[in-house]
């Protein structure tokens, strides 16, 4: 059988210049959805990060009879039927490549009167769906999954939740998120206590449609029988995407960029704080509100990285910025050491094993260890290596063509899309010289 794969290939050198804004943050994008949805009015949402994985996301609602119009120029209108005004769909819900589609609907769906199946592409197919289910079954949701607690997740309507209180293993705002979702549905208070701070957008979303949540310490809890009423949503730029060009322009002889109007949220601010560790060059200026979120724009000039422990308490703060933070790293004089941060072999793919082999294939010195790495800096050549269809890496192995001696090309960089669809023509206006190919194989 045929099929397509799109190939990025990478000029060695060059620079980051000029100013640039990012696409929209794709956790907001999400829940701008979902809650906008569950609201009872109009939410117009402007700033939407026209992804795949938010598409999926679109996609699901509709198929749930919510009328959504949009995107169009990052701006969608959904016309919310209030918390219970879903209806059964008529197929299987079709995530794609998208994580947060499935855990956090996954939670909202144990609380419908349908039943409802989840599916999605090879990769999220393989990623841990327990972290949920097993919560949720607590709460007395009825879902079933394969064998090894993977998707497609069967999820059996009619089920009466009880609220819980659950201490979570794993720092993650997927479960958080999911378990808080199932609570708007749940007899009583449902709470989550997290071993970390992590990404707070639900909460901060909930309250802006008017919705009670509080939060304890490390404890954030909702009780159901409240309501969402509809608000405007101004997504601010992903700091996930702001971060390739952060590191590119920290990287790049004569690097100077200016990223506009990025969410600087600081449960999402490791990169910075981690990048400034290892001498990074980074102003934050003009911070200010936008649509519930703290936002500025950032300035990043060329410095010359130091190899650093991570430490970590920031690895949940970066959880998605390890790719092109290793690309850092490599660039760094001296030996840069990651710890605590296993999760990232459970991401769209086991971000740990795939960025070492990348990184040794392009003759840098890169130990993967079973919850990190440990990567001296050194030159970077060129290469052939593989993104194993994750959206992050190959974007984080097009910024190290700027510190490279010869080409890099990249391959199975489709997903691009899911997070980022517009990171080859940005990069190209801002200096690097990459190119998208799309080729057919058999
Ligand atoms: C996300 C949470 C993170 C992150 C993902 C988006 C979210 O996952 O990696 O890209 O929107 O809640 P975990 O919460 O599982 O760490």
Do not use: W
């Amino acid at each position: 059988m045929q099929h397509h794969t799109v190939t990025f290939r990478v000029r060695p050198g060059g620079t980051l210049k000029g100013e640039a804004r990012v696409p929209g943050d794709k956790s907001v994008s999400h829940r701008s959805i979902m809650f906008g949805s569950l609201a009872e009015g109009t939410t117009r949402v402007s700033g939407f990060l026209e992804g795949e994985d938010c598409l999926s996301t679109i996609r699901a609602f509709q198929a749930m009879g919510v009328t959504i119009e949009g995107p169009v120029e990052g701006r969608v209108t959904i016309h919310g039927g209030g918390l219970h005004g879903l209806k059964a769909p008529a197929e299987e819900l079709y995530l794609g490549n998208s994580g947060t589609s499935m855990r956090l609907l996954a939670g909202l769906l144990s609380g419908q009167s349908f039943d409802s199946v989840l599916t999605g592409d090879a990769s999220l197919s393989r990623r841990p769906m327990k972290r949920v289910t097993d919560p949720l079954r607590a709460m007395g949701a009825r879902i079933d999954t394969t064998e090894r607690g993977t998707s497609p997740l069967h999820i059996h309507g009619d089920s009466r939740l009880k609220g819980i209180h659950y201490d979570m293993p794993v720092a993650s705002a997927q479960v958080k998120s999911c378990l808080l979702l199932a609570g708007l549905y749940a007899e009583g208070k449902t709470s989550v206590r997290e071993p970390a701070p992590t990404r707070d957008h639900t909460e901060r979303m909930l309250t802006g449609f008017g919705y009670p949540v509080e939060r304890k310490e490390d404890v954030i809890s909702i009780e159901s029988g409240g309501k969402l009423t509809a608000c405007n949503i101004d997504v601010p730029s992903d700091i996930s995407s702001a971060a390739f060009f952060m590191v590119g322009a920290s990287i790049a002889a004569g690097g100077d960029l200016l990223l506009k109007h990025v969410g600087i949220n600081p449960t999402r601010t490791g990169v910075i704080d981690i990048l400034k560790l290892m001498g990074a060059k980074i102003d934050i200026l003009n911070p200010r509100e936008a649509g519930g979120e703290p936002v500025a724009d950032i300035r990043v000039r060329s410095s010359q990285l130091q190899g650093i422990t991570i430490p970590e308490e920031l690895v949940p703060l970066a959880i998605d910025e390890f790719p092109v933070l290793f690309i850092a790293a490599a660039c760094a004089e001296g030996e840069t050491r990651l710890t605590g941060a296993e999760e990232l072999r459970v991401k769209e793919s086991d971000r740990i094993q795939v960025m070492a082999d990348g990184l040794r294939l392009l003759g840098v010195n890169a130990t993967p260890t079973p919850d990190g790495m440990v990567v001296h800096g050194g030159p970077i050549a060129g290469g052939t290596v593989e993104s194993h269809g994750d959206h992050r890496i190959a974007m984080a192995f097009s910024i190290a063509g700027l510190r490279a001696s010869k080409p890099i090309t990249i391959h199975d960089c489709a997903n691009v899309n899911t997070s980022f669809p517009t990171f080859v023509a940005l990069a190209q206006s801002l200096g690097l010289t990459v190119e998208s190919a799309e080729e057919t194989v058999s």
